[in-house]
């Protein structure tokens, strides 16, 4: 399975198996996967009848089109990775996605950046899911040890009736560089959306992450969750927004902010409701480890750094 | 085995424990009795040594050794351990995670320690410890905990209180179980039914223990006065010299 991009692609392949990417995927007659160093394509293999996926390199990007077709019920996930082993450089991609009527698709994103030293990768995603679909989407960052990453993720989804969305951002390993997630979703009837961000912010990390769940459709449920440490001198501010507008939506912001060192965070939580039937509720807290939750592992012979990295671990889980 | 001598703890001003004695034998399962707002839980924490209960007079003397200037992790590393009376969530840790840590049985036996606190593992070691767990599901799985530490003494920090009547026998089999195999109980309560299976009890009043003696002694004593005394903070002198 030679490529034109074959020793590239091996080496990217090495990076997104250490990082828990599923090794299995090249031996696998049935595996779908794509895989992206900068703007080019190094390897791309769909199985999956009902799925077309259309790429287009560009100048200065690349363009996505991404279409699982109606009725069609993926049960292994899709495997995306996007990476840059240079250490400076631009990835710019333009997702299209959409999801049709009545499927059931996964897909798992990698991005590796291990060398960066001045990298930016930008994604501009535009996402649509069709009615009774389901969509989960699981994105796993590694941002190498030097900090020079910048990452700007920005999705503009609409989810038809009945549909499903489950999205998972984490960037634990490595250091985040600087980080700016803006999603903005609109719900019709009965949809329901879950965001989830986990960021462990380290050195001179900055990170931003702006959830916006519009719920405009009756019975439509919206979750913006986000767990956020900052250690070092790492900056994050988390900006959650629910607008209900139709009877019984129900929406909830869930920020959550662990602060060591010199860190900062910031959280803002934006509740709006216009309609007399719908509710949103928020939390938001920031601050240090909870001193009883140490003491409370303390007490089981672990010794206090250790008991800090399991609380911590626990809640990047 | 556990000896407390002329124990004193200001906080904020404010004198908690009060020149508190006790001496508790090998084996014992002790309980310490009071109303509200007397000292019980800022005892156990003093005990167990939290920094900011550091104690400004008195000694701690267990297994023979003055523990009173042991910090936390020294006094884990004799033997000892503590259950809060609210205990805390861990987002993102499994009930499996939580039992293993310091654990001294193998997976099996930890299993087994869920089963003796009356919660089915297969239904609880997948499940993370937040807050869908009800305050007596938390409850039972910290005195899980406890029993897969296998400790020399363990201070329980009202094990039994939120926990349904029916489930109540269940977890005094446990705290039971955990005396047999040799750990010392401090039981901090205010359940009068504890009187079945504890060795002596001590009530509390005002940070001093008033009274040591047989369970029903106390119990009785505590029915009678105490809870009609109602002065938390403020010793009855003459209920002090009563027989009863």
Redesign the interface.
Known sequence: MKTKYFKEFQNLFKFYKNLGGNKKILKSQNSSYLFVDRNKVLNKNIVEKGVEVKTKEKKDGLDIDLRVKKGCEISKPLHLCFGMLHKRGLQKINMNLIIEDNVKVKILAHCIFPNAEKIIHRMQAKLFIGKNSEFEYNEVHYHGEYGGTEVIPHLEGRMDENSRMKSEFSLIEGVVGRLDIDYCLDLKDNATCELLAKVYGKSKDEIRIKDTIHLNGAYSKGLAKS?VIVKDEAVSEVIGEIIANFPYARGHVDC?EIVQDRGKAKAYPFVSVTNSKAKVTHEAAIGSI?K??V??????????NEAVD??I????? | MLEIKNLKLVLNSKTIIDDLNLKIEEAEIHTILGVNGTGKSTLAYVLMGLPEHKPQQGKIIFKGKDITNFSLSERVKTGMTLTWQEPAGFEGLTVENYLELGAKRNNADIKDCLNRVGLEPKEYLEREINENLSGGERKRIELASVLALKPDLAILDEPDSGIDLLALPTIYEAIKFLNEEGCLIVWITHNPDTGSIATRTSLICAGRIIKTGKPMEMLNFFKIHCKECGHINIIDEKLLKSEN
């Open positions: 767990r959550k909870d009883k939750q003491q409370a592992l303390m007490v089981k012979g672990l010794s206090e399991i609380i671990r626990g809640l990047l889980r």
